[in-house]
């Protein structure tokens, strides 16, 4: 297969071990292979190490483990090191606590346009459901299976039409939901050069839409995000967040405030610096 059809997939992660090796796995069994795997892990123990380590001998998959001493949440300085270490031309941005679904891989590469990133969708599952799910069930897809996720106390709601599993569906939900297409860290996809040409992520920023920022600045920069959100999906593993701090989250939003209000193309606390 010709190498433009080859997608880097990053996987941002802290100290989540079980969630990443279930995470790794839902990556194995893909209906496309063409990707490597970048784990972007911002600061994690030896035992996120020994998961990755592990899913290397049982895995034909070509992964690569970047990592970053402890030093609070520097999550967008290890994402802009997983972009520099990439191999491939198209990038998908991931978290270590959202399992795919098998077509997830594929849905993106299909669905990518030139000067556009694709906003794609995640479901979030409850704790004690998050504490169900095995490899078991990654396999079977049950986990993207509506009906068994009620079953299993998942409460009802409008959001469990993302897990359709129809193309046509899916398609008219995108056109029509109000929800606006962002860069959101769970499930997002562009081109390396779009996202390089804004210098990446601003290594300023710590927890709170940090990722949001550097869409913006695409956005500024002519890139046109577009709405996948039924389209290609992810479900999102419970956890708390002892991480979100208001003070930071406030900084966080006089970075966006400037960027919009400057129509700011480029940060120079990114990939590059002065």
């Known amino acids: 297969m010709e190498s433009n059809s080859y997608?880097?997939?990053?996987?941002?992660?802290?100290?989540?071990?079980?969630?990443?090796?279930?995470?790794?796995?839902?990556?194995?069994?893909?209906?496309?292979?063409?990707?490597?795997?970048?784990?972007?892990d911002?600061?994690?123990d030896d035992r996120t190490k020994s998961v990755i380590d592990e899913f290397s001998v049982i895995s034909d998959l070509k992964l690569t483990h970047?990592?970053?001493?402890?030093?609070?949440?520097?999550?967008?300085?290890?994402?802009?090191?997983a972009i520099v270490a990439s191999n491939y031309g198209y990038l998908i941005f991931t978290d270590g606590d959202c399992i795919a679904r098998k077509d997830f891989v594929e849905t993106h590469l299909k669905l990518r346009k030139p000067s556009c990133a694709l906003s794609g969708g995640?479901?979030?599952?409850?704790?004690?459901?998050?504490?169900?799910?095995?490899?078991?069930?990654?396999?079977?897809?049950?986990?993207?299976?509506?009906?068994?996720?009620?079953e299993q106390g998942q409460p009802k709601s409008f959001k469990l039409n993302k897990l359709t599993k129809?193309?046509?569906?899916?398609?008219?939900?995108?056109?029509?939901?109000?929800?606006?297409?962002?860069?959101?860290?769970?499930?997002?996809?562009c081109y390396k050069g779009d996202i390089v040409a804004v210098n990446g992520f601003d290594e300023r920023m710590q927890y709170g839409a940090e990722d949001r920022e550097v869409g913006e600045r695409m956005?500024?920069?002519?890139?046109?995000?577009l709405q996948i959100r039924y389209s290609a999906i992810c479900v999102h593993l419970y956890h708390e967040r002892p991480y979100k701090n208001d003070v930071i989250i406030k900084k966080n939003s006089e970075i966006r405030k400037e960027t919009r209000r400057s129509n700011s193309k480029?940060?120079?606390?990114?990939?590059?610096?002065?």
């Open 122 to 150: 995640y479901f979030k599952l409850i704790e004690e459901i998050s504490n169900q799910i095995s490899e078991e069930i990654i396999l079977q897809q049950k986990c993207f299976d509506k009906n068994w996720l009620t």
């Open 7 to 40: 997608v880097s997939i990053i996987i941002s992660t802290f100290n989540q071990p079980e969630w990443l090796k279930l995470v790794l796995y839902s990556y194995n069994i893909q209906t496309v292979k063409t990707f490597e795997i970048i784990v972007a």
């Open 66 to 81: 970047i990592w970053q001493p402890d030093d609070g949440f520097q999550k967008t300085k290890i994402l802009n090191k």
């Open 219 to 225: 956005i500024n920069n002519g890139i046109k995000f």
């Open 166 to 189: 129809s193309k046509s569906k899916s398609k008219l939900l995108n056109s029509i939901t109000p929800t606006k297409a962002t860069f959101d860290g769970m499930n997002v996809s």
């Open 42 to 44: 911002d600061g994690s």
């Open 266 to 274: 480029f940060t120079k606390f990114g990939i590059y610096k002065d």
